[in-house]
């Protein structure tokens, strides 16, 4: 019970915008490889340029692979700007 409460104490000593900048940066505690995400938006982005942009389906294609990539390096820039939460001292 007493670790329950330090890890709480831990957690609410941390910055409001860390906490959130990993959950966006790791959701479900999963760790991503933002730039592979990045890569795959701009593949798609590019394949989608190189088909054509004058039909509508292609364009919509296209703004979905700028924004991905647009995203995928924000979140990149927030993980390793915020990195992992601090771990709690353990007593011994």
Known sequence: MAA?????????????????????TAPG???LDWSKVRATGA???????IHGLKYR????????????GMVAAGAAFLQKKYGEAPRPAEDK
């Open 43 to 49: 593949i798609i982005a590019g394949l989608s340029a």
């Open 29 to 31: 505690g999963m760790n």
């Open 4 to 24: 329950d409460q330090a890890s709480a104490k831990d957690q609410a000593a941390e910055p409001v915008i860390a906490r959130y900048a990993r959950a966006i």
């Open 57 to 68: 389906k292609w364009q919509y294609v296209h703004t979905f692979g700028g924004v991905l």
